[in-house]
Structures are given as structure tokens and as C-alpha cells.
């Protein structure tokens, strides 16, 4: 983590494509608490060391050929990070230097602000329906909450990737720059936040976020065993397995 | 109904300007049941066979002069064509092909995807206020839903019925074409939304629509008697009555 | 009061920056009670006759060195001002004619329609944190209403003032016009609401707001108690007192 000024800079780096595998999320979530806890950062940068993606998301491994207690023992760390980062109480920015899809996507949206690459490559959005499967209520609240009701029932039933333009313009991104440009901008934008005083700041952003986090917080043992029970499902295994094989053979 | 790839088209025929009657109602419900019954349908178009209109909305001889139980027998019946087709696990996507004011509105709000003719005459909108009359509770969120709070709030006060330029601005729209093409590009429409995965894309709409629906659901007696006693109000009485008049002094 | 076509016209005077003391309130709530029970009004125009401000928000000098009963006697004067405003069954339009932060802002969020003068210094917003305090739930709730979550929570976060056409674009006003025809332009704007039936139109209204509404009258004494506690804060009370020596210094 760089310290300039109290900002932390946090770049991912899961080789390849910064999977968020069962290890990698729990590390991501024990970086976040001790930059939570370490009074000399009120700002945090999120963004891929890897080249030309953000994070590919969530981890198909994780949740394919493995038992009811790994499937919630995933579930459970998604939901954590999903939380961490989602209530965190310092200024968080997402410099997106790269694809964005699914799980990418999801912690791309927790952020206060974002800024992506203008890159026709760098597509964001939940597309999840795509694989078949289906994004839990809260990744769903999440994007409702930065892009609205409609635009949001659109993009989630159609796994709409959204290329740099028209992130912008349907509002999943607030900033488009040239790829070289997304560091730099990402540490003006957060100056922006951080000249905030900061506890007027959270106390705002907390109470902006308490409902939806309260949801899943309510429903957190519900939501895992609802998705522990629909991945257990044949033909989602079956469809799962099929899109790892062709991923497999697209590298080989 | 046509069955190319599994789109049906509901061509809607009650002359002269597909008026929700009871008998109407009744048939559309019966169509639609049948529809979500029939495997071989996947995706649904709904459409006028009537030049110049889709549908003029709910038929205010069902509403003026009949007794409190056809009332409530008829608004019943309202309830329940928004709810098969708010919640259908078809794709539906709505072909407006004409003036398309309340009880109309209400439909093609309820699609996944709309469609409108660019045709001045052919305006959009809940305009209920202008009759002096009130959109239910369920209508307003389908709205709200749609076109987000406050342009929900000022088109309902207002009563606005949107032009086809201000209908795709304010987004009660997704799409504006030249009129000899709203069947076609409904077509276009369609296949994209059905080339999602079914299951997937059901779960996600039933998600994204379940909070709406299920305060009908819950509120549904309530809501029948509401309508009666604010209908059977000798002031609302006059003033349909009035109207009424006043529509058949023009066709006159 | 003008009483032209049924329109009254609230021109705020309170030397030298429309601040919302204590006494200020208690007159707006008193005149804004006795103008709903007369019957000769069903439009009320809120503006301002002091040059360059259309109210400067809530009064420091009330929340700062006084008891803890009376920042509830405040708070509570605070908390009925916008229950009238936001329930009224008036057609209520904004003509802001000058500068219109916090609470200004709060009362023009009220209205049923808001027209800005066209002049850079008039910038319009809930900027709560620039000053280390904190928007309460139903100021956000209105402002989010009117623009929507994301554009919200990014707007009290960071306390932003928009001017003119950044008001307009994030939609927070409806109309900006040039300064010399923000009156005529507001009577036009009040005549298109008053040619809806009132009692339709009313009862769209209480349906639209109902919810918000309810949410504080529901935790009406709850927040009461969370003002005074927050204000009596020593660290709050010393960056007001900063604030406000601040403002005599600039003054003087």
C-alpha cells in the first residue's frame, strides 16, 4: 500500500485474471480490516496489477465438483468482502484498468467512485444470466442503488456488458480516461473526497448504504443456503462444468 | 398466435379502440394463462390489430352507472391481467403501434422491453388525474419503477401522456422506430432477450420484480374496495358520466 | 399574498439571508397552515425578496451555545416545516431567485416544481458535510427522491452545490431561466398544475410521498433526540463556533 497523503493503493494480483478464489477473497478482506483499523489511511484506491482486467470475478472452481460445506464456506466470503468493502468507512475509488465483469463488477460497485479505462475491451456489468446462473438480491440491490431500477432489470436479465461509453452513460462508471490517465485520475477524484471532513462523511455514506447492507445482514444465512442449494443443482453443475471445459480449451 | 422460434404475437382486436372491457380482460387473461402453460412459447409480443391505437386502457362503461360488485368484479379483473403479466416468466416485449394512454400504459409497462411508433399522435402515459380519477397504488409503481420517482411524480400529477421523442427521453420507452417497423424490430428485440438462458433470466426478472408485485398480492382486497367506494362517489360518477357523454357527442 | 387566479405568492424576507430561525419557521408554519385552510388558494409560489439568496438554510446561531430543550424546540420547528411543505395539498412551485443551500435547498425539494435563476452564484444543494454535520434521513430521503440514489449519495457525500446547469443536468431543477423571468415563468409553470382537478391531483401527490412522509412522522421524537445528542457534541459545537466566527470575520 502506498501512504501519499493517507491514501492506500490496493492492486490486485490473483494470476491470470485476479479470480477471487477462496484464498484470494479472504486475503482481500484481511487487507481490508487492517487498513480499516490503521488510523493513518482515510482513502482507498482499488485496482489490477494484472494487465488488461479488473477481475474476472467470481471463482467457477469454487463452485463446481465440491461439497455443500466449501459451497457455503465460498458463499460466506463473498458476502463478507461484499460487506467490507461496501461499508467501509474510509473513501474508496475503483480505477478500473481493465475488464470488469460479474464479481469484478460487484466490488467495482461498492466503491464511492468510479473511473474506467477507455479501452473498447474493458467491458462492466453483472453477466451473470449469461453463465446460466443468477445474481443474489444483493449484488441486484447494488447495481439498482448506482443505475436504477429499470436500467438495472435490463442489464441483469440480458448479463449486459457495458464497453466504456455506454458505462457512462447509463451511470455504472461516473468517469471515462484514457488508460494511461487512470491512476492519476483516480488520486485526484479521491482528493476531491478526502477534503471531506471525514466523519460527516461516513456518518453520510453509512446512512445511504444501512439499508442495504442491513438486508443481506438480516438474510445472510438464507442467502447462503439458497445458493449452496441452487449450485448443488444438476444442471447447473452440468452447465458450469461446460463453461470451464471451453474456457480450458480457449487458452489450451 | 404466430410461433416463429417460439414468439407468440397477442394482436389486440376489441373494435373500436381495444378497450378494456370485462369480457376483454377476461380474454386476455385466458390467452396469457394458456401461453405460460404451452412449452412451446418462450417469448411474447404484444400488439394492436387496430389502426391508430393500442389500447385506449380501462373501458369507464364498466365504471359508471353498475353496481359496487361489478365494480369490484371488474377491478378484479385489472388486478389480475397486471399481475400474469407483470410477473410472467415469458419475455414480453410490447409492438405500440398507436395511442397508448392509461389502462394501455399500464400494459406495455409491465413488458421487458418497449417499442413505440414514431407517430406524433401516438402519446404515452397514465393520464387518470386528467379524468379526474386516481392510478392506483400498483399503477404508480410499475411507473416508479420505470421512469424513477420524480418524473413518476410530476407525469402522475400532471397526467402526462409522453410524444414519441419525449417517451423514449424520459425512458416510459426503450425504443422509437419509423412505424412499418415496430413488428420487426420487435422481432429483433425479442431474440436477444430470448437468447439468455430461460431459467436464468426468469429467476432474475421474478427477482427484480417480486417487492412490486407481492404488495398487490398482499393488499389486494384492499385494494378492490378502495376502488369501489372512490368510484361509487356521486362527484366521480358525474364527472365519467360527463365524459362519456362528451365521447360520444365527438364520434357523433 | 397575491391571490391572482388562486395563487399565492410567499416571499421570504428575513434580513439579511433568509436563515430559518426559530422565529422565521414558526411564521412560515403559521402562514403556510392558514393559506391550506383557505379556500381561495390552490397554488402557492415560494420565492425570495432578498436580493442574491433565495434562504441560506437552518440558523447555526440556534444550534450553537443554547440548551439541549432548545435545539428539540428547534429541530422540532425544522421537522414541521417540511411535513407542511412536502404534504401540502397546494400546488407548490419554487421560484429560487438566489443562492439555495441546505435548508433553502430542503425547502425547494418540497415543492412540485423548481425554477433557478440562470446566474452562476446561485448554486443549489444539501452541503451538510462541508460544515461536519450530517443531513438527516429525510432530507436524504427527499433529495433522493428527486434525484435518485447514486446521484445522492454522491451529492451529500461530498456536500455539492450545482450550479445552474449542473442542477439541471442531475435534475435536482426543473427549469433554469434567465433571473429577470423566474416569477413569470413560475406562474406559467403553477397554471399548467392548477388545470388538473385538485382533488385527483392531491391525492396523486399524498400517494407519491406518503411513504417519506410516514418515515419520519413514525420516528418523529427518535430524531429529535439523535439532532440534540449529535449538535450537543463538544466537537460539533466548536467547528459551528469556528464556522460562524468565521462568517462574522467575513462579514466584518
Redo the contacts between chains.
Keep these: 500500500p502506498d501512504a501519499s497523503a493517507g491514501v492506500a493503493v490496493m492492486r490486485f494480483n490473483n494470476p491470470p485474471v485476479n479470480t477471487l478464489s477462496l484464498e484470494f477473497l479472504t486475503e482481500l478482506v484481511i487487507s481490508l480490516e487492517k487498513l480499516e483499523n490503521d488510523k493513518s489511511f482515510r482513502g482507498l484506491i482499488i485496482t489490477s496489477d494484472r494487465p488488461g482486467v479488473f477481475s474476472a470475478g467470481l471463482d467457477l472452481r469454487e463452485m463446481c465438483g465440491r461439497s455443500p460445506a466449501h459451497y457455503a464456506e465460498y458463499w460466506k466470503a463473498v458476502q463478507e468482502l461484499w460487506l467490507r468493502l461496501y461499508q467501509s468507512s474510509l473513501v474508496l475509488v475503483a480505477a478500473i484498468n481493465g475488464a470488469c465483469p460479474a464479481g469484478g463488477c460487484l466490488m467495482a460497485l461498492t466503491s464511492?467512485?468510479r473511473i474506467l479505462a477507455d479501452n473498447p475491451k474493458y467491458s462492466i456489468g453483472l453477466n451473470?444470466?449469461?453463465?446460466?446462473?443468477?445474481?443474489p438480491?444483493w449484488f441486484?440491490d447494488t447495481l439498482?442503488?448506482?443505475?436504477?431500477?429499470?436500467a438495472?432489470?435490463?442489464a441483469?436479465?440480458?448479463?449486459l456488458l457495458f464497453p466504456p461509453a455506454q458505462a457512462l452513460q447509463v451511470?455504472i462508471v461516473?468517469q471515462v480516461v484514457p488508460e494511461e490517465r487512470v491512476q492519476s485520475v483516480a488520486l485526484s477524484a479521491i482528493a476531491?473526497?478526502m477534503a471531506?471532513?471525514d466523519?460527516?462523511?461516513q456518518?453520510?455514506?453509512a446512512?445511504?448504504?444501512k439499508a442495504t447492507a442491513s438486508r443481506l445482514i438480516t438474510h445472510r444465512d438464507e442467502d447462503v443456503q439458497n445458493f449452496v442449494s441452487f449450485i448443488s443443482r444438476d444442471?447447473i453443475q452440468k452447465?458450469l462444468q461446460l463453461y470451464l471445459e471451453r474456457l480450458k480449451q480457449k487458452k489450451g
Design positions: 464511492d467512485h451473470e444470466t449469461l453463465l446460466g446462473i443468477v445474481a438480491f441486484k439498482v442503488n448506482t443505475i436504477g431500477h429499470r438495472a432489470e435490463r441483469l436479465q440480458l448479463g451511470g461516473d476531491q473526497w471531506i471532513p466523519h460527516a462523511r456518518l453520510t455514506k446512512m445511504m448504504r444442471s452447465s
